[in-house]
C-alpha cells in the first residue's frame, strides 16, 4: 500500500530554519510531481513548492528565496529546507505526490499525514 510519510516538523523561532522530509512507501511504477502544501488554522491550503521528475522547482512567492524543495527519485523522497522562518509560515505541511503505484493502471495523488511546523518569537 503506497504511502507518504512525512517527518521533520516541530516548534522554531524566529529567523531559524527547519527541514521537512517525506517518503514515499510501498511498491511503485512512477513518481511525478512532488510538492509541499500548507495550511494555516481558518485559511485555505496552499501550494507552497513543488518540482517536476527532472528537478525542476516552483515556489510560491511568499516563500521564494528562503524555501528549497528537492527531491530524491532513487529514495522516493522529497524535502523542504525552509530558512529565514516567520511567524507567518506557521501552518500544517503536506506532501503531496502523483505516484503510479505497482498495481494500479493510472496515477493517484497521495497525500501525507501533516507535519505542524510553529514558528514562535
Known amino acids: 500500500q503506497v504511502q507518504l510519510v512525512e517527518s521533520g516538523g516541530g516548534l522554531v523561532q524566529t529567523g531559524g530554519s527547519r527541514r521537512l522530509s517525506c517518503e514515499v512507501t510501498g511498491s511503485i511504477s512512477g513518481l511525478r510531481i512532488m510538492a509541499w502544501y500548507r495550511q494555516a488554522p481558518e485559511k485555505q491550503r496552499e501550494l507552497v513548492a513543488s518540482?517536476?521528475?527532472?528537478?525542476?522547482?516552483n515556489y510560491a512567492a511568499s516563500v521564494k528565496g528562503r524555501f528549497i524543495i528537492s527531491r530524491d527519485n532513487a529514495w522516493k523522497r522529497v524535502s523542504l529546507q525552509m530558512n529565514n522562518l516567520e511567524a507567518q509560515d506557521s501552518a500544517t505541511y503536506y506532501c503531496n505526490a502523483d505516484v503510479l503505484a505497482s498495481d494500479a493502471a493510472n496515477y493517484i495523488e497521495y497525500w501525507g499525514q501533516g507535519s505542524q511546523v510553529t514558528v514562535s518569537s
Open positions: 518540482i517536476t521528475p527532472d528537478g525542476r522547482p
